[in-house]
């Protein structure tokens, strides 16, 4: 696919294909195309080319059937009515409706069906989007940035409605800026940058593509300056009272450090999808700024 505004090129060639019962994240910076590519998918947004297929047909035939619902960053919902009001309003613009009851369990909104839409917290509103997008009984739901200024519970919560959406074999497709997120509940990762696919794979594989190790010791009163020097070591993070060393070869790294006496509470780590995620659009974005772009 490929949109472009002006001489932006918002999505720049992406190929994917997502399989029946996956779980997927769009991993990217910002800019990256997430939204525009979800909002071309959802048939919301004309693509300049290339094709566009959900369940064999046309966008705009499977959210009309009800295969898909959607969950987006945009978007109100309608106040003083309640949330059974709101799920049976929308449950009646499709044929074959998910069963009300089944949707207020799913969304974990089962106690709270009869309260005002307008009298939630920011965890719970977010939870009756969800519940709006499940109305069509969809196969597949896409969500745009759903956890995004939740607090930890809140997104916890919402994260366990999800994944009982999931397991019943459901197709999930999800856009976030948490990698723990990402890592956690996507079975697969497909990391996006400047409107092409970076990378496509579970959170281990990318994580084992990038290579490397992190090394991380109690600093105490060491300095930080002369640790880059080390055999080895090719990022230095200092994050607290701890020194954390990013390794080609961490016995090297931890042999060097026990030699000259900085051993001090070590702990070896493979490297986080943080870290792979930083080392697959660094080069990217060197290349955007010597562009001028």
């Known amino acids: 696919m490929t949109k472009t505004y002006g001489n932006v090129h918002a999505v720049n060639g992406l190929d994917l294909e997502i399989g029946r019962g996956e779980t997927v994240a769009l991993l990217g910076p910002n800019g990256a195309g997430k939204s525009t590519t979800i909002n071309m998918m959802l048939g ?31 978007g109100g919902l309608i106040p ?13 613009t499709y044929e074959a409706p998910l069963p009300l009851g089944e949707i207020l369990e799913t969304a974990q909104l089962t106690k709270l069906a009869t309260r005002r839409v307008d009298k939630l917290s920011g965890g719970q509103a977010q939870r009756v989007r969800f519940a709006l997008a499940l109305a069509g009984n ?10 995004a200024a939740l607090d930890i519970q809140s997104r916890r919560d919402l994260w366990t409605t999800m994944a009982a959406y999931a397991a019943r074999g459901n197709t999930l497709l999800f856009s976030t800026h948490y990698m723990e997120e990402a890592d956690e509940y996507a079975k697969r990762i497909v990391v996006i940058a400047q409107g092409k696919v970076l990378a496509d794979g579970t959170g281990a594989e990318l994580k084992r593509s990038m290579g490397g190790k ?3 010791i109690d600093l105490g009163d060491t300095s930080a300056d002369g640790f880059a020097t080390l055999p080895g070591v090719t990022e230095v993070e200092v994050r607290g009272a701890r ?25 070896v780590s493979g490297g986080g999808l943080e870290e792979a995620f930083l080392a697959l659009t660094s080069g990217l974005n060197a290349d955007h700024q010597r562009s001028g772009s």
């Not at 969809?138 to 956890?147: A, F, G, N, R």
């Not at 961490?250 to 070590?266: C, I, K, M, P, S």
């Open 44 to 74: 919301l947004l004309p693509h300049d080319g290339g094709e566009i297929r959900l369940f064999g047909n046309e966008p705009g035939r499977a959210v009309r059937e009800g295969k898909i619902g959607a969950m987006l960053q945009e």
């Open 80 to 92: 003083r009515v309640t949330i059974q009001e709101l799920i049976n309003f929308v449950r009646g």
């Open 138 to 147: 969809p196969d597949l739901i896409v969500l745009d940035e759903p956890t």
């Open 214 to 216: 992190i090394v991380s």
């Open 243 to 267: 020194i954390h060393l990013t390794t080609s070869d961490a016995d090297l790294t931890v042999t060097t450090l026990a030699r000259t006496g900085h051993l001090r509470n070590v702990e």
